[in-house]
Nanobody
Framework: VQLQASGGGLVQAGGSLRLSCAAS????????MGWFRQAPGKEREFVAV?????GYADSVKGRFTISRDNAKNTVYLQMNSLKPEDTAVYYC?????????????WGQGTLVTVSS
């Protein structure tokens, strides 16, 4: 399975961006898909997962929405009301199980920069 993330960029605080993650290869083996991020000088952290009813980190709950287009094998992360602390490289991930805790597959990352 290959994951291709896109959609990052520079946006002002309060703005919006939508990230995309296109999966290819043995996509039928994927169950959970999600997003992580890594800010400069910090460890990679969980952002959102799409499995069942989905789940979000507390820091993005109510502002970010994860969704999936099965026909396109693509997962999206709609990010609204962006804050400077959302600045990070965002990675999409996928797993053959129902858990995204230790993903089997990673995308290459896309940079999101939020200016104040």
């Amino acid at each position: 399975v290959q994951l291709q993330a896109s959609g990052g960029g520079l946006v002002q605080a309060g703005g919006s961006l939508r990230l995309s993650c296109a999966a290819s290869g043995r996509t039928f083996s994927i169950n959970a898909m999600g997003w992580f991020r890594q800010a400069p000088g910090k460890e990679r952290e969980f952002v959102a997962v799409l499995w069942g009813s989905g789940g979000y980190a507390d820091s993005v709950k109510g502002r970010f929405t994860i969704s999936r287009d099965n026909a396109k094998n693509t997962v999206y992360l709609q990010m609204n009301s962006l804050k400077p602390e959302d600045t990070a490289v965002y990675y999409c991930a996928a797993d053959r199980s129902a858990s995204i805790a230790n993903p089997d597959y990673w995308g290459q990352g896309t940079l999101v920069t939020v200016s104040s």
